[in-house]
Nanobody, 121 residues
Framework: QVQLVESGGGLVQAGGSLRLSCAAS????????MGWYRQAPGKQRELVAL???????NYADSVKARFTISRDNAKNTVYLQMNSLKPEDTAIYYC???????????????WGQGTQVTVSS
């Protein structure tokens, strides 16, 4: 059973910073891409940032130059450093892994339970 567990969300003032972490567990041999999506009230879930096992990254235009994604493959953990936060960054942030090798089989499209990020103006 592959599980993704997020931590690090919270309440911060505009201009502040937060760091999210997501640890994957469950007899994992490898993970292809990991990343973060977010969903604000009344809006669709959207991509924030992705990082491959080789370190290639992809960001939403709205967070470029403010957010940085990184990962520790040995710990099966992905991080999101969020700087210069804006009220429009307020959302539930979900950790995502697209292909996880676990127990000799591949598991696809795994999600964490989400962590709330609230940015006050």
């Amino acid at each position: 059973q592959v599980q993704l567990v997020e931590s690090g969300g919270g309440l911060v003032q505009a201009g502040g910073s937060l760091r999210l972490s997501c640890a994957a567990s469950g007899s994992i041999s490898s993970i292809n891409a990991m990343g973060w999506y977010r969903q604000a009230p009344g809006k669709q879930r959207e991509l924030v940032a992705l990082i491959t096992s080789g370190g290639s990254t992809n960001y939403a235009d709205s967070v470029k130059a403010r957010f940085t994604i990184s990962r520790d493959n040995a710990k099966n953990t992905v991080y999101l450093q969020m700087n210069s936060l804006k009220p429009e960054d307020t959302a539930i942030y979900y950790c995502y892994a697209d292909r996880v090798r676990s127990g000799g089989a591949y598991r696809y499209n795994r999600w964490g339970q989400g962590t709330q990020v609230t940015v006050s103006s």
